[in-house]
Antibody, heavy 127, light 111 residues
Framework: EVQLLESGGGLVQPGGSLRLSCAAS????????MSWVRQAPGKGLEWVSA????????????YYADSVKGRFTISRDNSKKTLYLQMNSLRAEDTAVYYC????????????????WGQGTLVTVSS | QFVLTQPPSVSAAPGQNVTISCSGS????????VSWYQQLPGKAPKLLIY???RRPSGIPDRFSGSKSVTSATLGITGLQTGDEADYYC????????????FGGGTKLTVL
């Protein structure tokens, strides 16, 4: 059974940093691209970042939404089957539930979908 | 605000049929496959439809998807109270912001 378990959320002041983790199990972690998707309270879904799997020519390529580019960094530790999101220079508008998600392909592209989601971790940016 | 436009809410009685629309442009829906996600209250989203009209294993055939030019539609037949949820369309966008985009979501109320 595919499982994605996020952790690391919490309350942080504007300008602060936070690192989210997503522990994956039940599938071959290296064979899939992974994404972070967030949802502000009472709002819709926003794709945040993705990282390709570790096979072929698409080894560990990263992608970011314009809203977080330069502030967030996605990474993965394949030995620990864990996905990370390092969030720096946090703003109030970054307040959201952050979901870890598995892409259906090795690469993040127009042909991939998200087939599994974690339960999410809440990040609150406030003074 | 959202590249893909969905009605904020729809409602219908149990047993009835309902459709949810998703409107885009030639830079997104017009060029790429559309997916639909269901988000039950307090839960994570769940893939409902992919590649415009395909259902993942375990999704009942009461759910269907279609696409025409720059719009997509999610259909639900024989509504059940358990279908009450938020529904999001999603596709790829190739203009201005390139990447995955979601619609604003539609709240389905089963009366």
């Amino acid at each position: 059974e595919v499982q994605l378990l996020e952790s690391g959320g919490g309350l942080v002041q504007p300008g602060g940093s936070l690192r989210l983790s997503c522990a994956a199990s039940g599938f071959t972690f290296t064979s899939y691209a992974m994404s972070w998707v967030r949802q502000a309270p009472g709002k819709g879904l926003e794709w945040v970042s993705a990282m390709s799997g570790s096979g072929g020519s698409t080894h560990d390529i990263t992608y970011y939404a314009d809203s977080v580019k330069g502030r967030f960094t996605i990474s993965r530790d394949n030995s620990k089957k864990t996905l990370y999101l390092q969030m720096n220079s946090l703003r109030a508008e970054d307040t959201a539930v952050y979901y870890c998600a598995r892409e259906t392909l090795l690469t993040y592209n127009e042909y991939s979908d998200i087939d599994y989601w974690g339960q999410g971790t809440l990040v609150t940016v406030s003074s | 605000q959202f590249v893909l436009t969905q009605p904020p809410s729809v409602s219908a009685a149990p047993g009835q049929n309902v459709t949810i629309s998703c409107s885009g442009s030639s830079s997104n829906i017009g060029s790429y496959y559309v997916s639909w996600y269901q988000q039950l209250p307090g839960k994570a989203p769940k893939l409902l439809i992919y590649d415009n009209n395909r259902r993942p294993s375990g999704i009942p055939d009461r759910f269907s998807g279609s696409k025409s030019v720059t719009s997509a539609t999610l259909g639900i037949t024989g509504l059940q109270t358990g279908d009450e949820a938020d529904y999001y369309c999603e596709t790829w966008n190739s203009s201005l912001t390139v990447g995955r985009v979601f619609g604003g979501g539609t709240k389905l109320t089963v009366l």
